[in-house]
């Protein structure tokens, strides 16, 4: 049973940053998704196992950075220049592939999020 577990959420003012951090209960492709209000849960960055390859949704580019400590099993976003769009209920998720995926449905197991908001 792969686990997951995210933390970090929170409130901070347009302009700010805050860092997500998940914990794994093994090494895998991670990512991270958010699911705002009205809007399907949409991925929001994702690294290989090997941590050599990051996508990025285009929303979040040269904002946001995701990372892993394969040593822990813990993958982190870090998240800068945070918007109002950016409010949602984010998610980390694993696959049993190596290589990264880009979709919800490329995820198998999922954590049960952490709230981020951010006022204007």
């Known amino acids: 049973q792969v686990q997951l577990v995210e933390s970090g959420g929170g409130l901070v003012q347009a302009g700010g940053s805050l860092t997500l951090s998940c914990a794994a209960s093994g090494r895998y492709a991670m990512g991270w998704f958010r699911h705002a209000p009205g809007k399907e849960r949409d991925v929001v960055a994702t690294?290989?196992?090997?941590?050599?390859?990051?996508y990025y949704a285009d929303s979040v580019k040269g904002r946001f950075t995701i990372s892993r400590d394969s040593a822990k099993n813990a993958v982190y976003l870090q998240m800068n220049s945070l918007k109002p769009e950016d409010t949602a209920v984010y998610y980390c998720?694993?696959?049993?592939?190596?290589?990264?995926?880009?979709?919800?449905?490329?995820?198998?197991?999922w954590g049960q999020g952490t709230q981020v908001t951010v006022s204007s």
């Open positions: 690294i290989s196992w090997s941590g050599d390859t990051k």
């Open positions: 998720a694993a696959r049993l592939a190596t290589r990264i995926g880009f979709s919800r449905g490329e995820y198998d197991y």
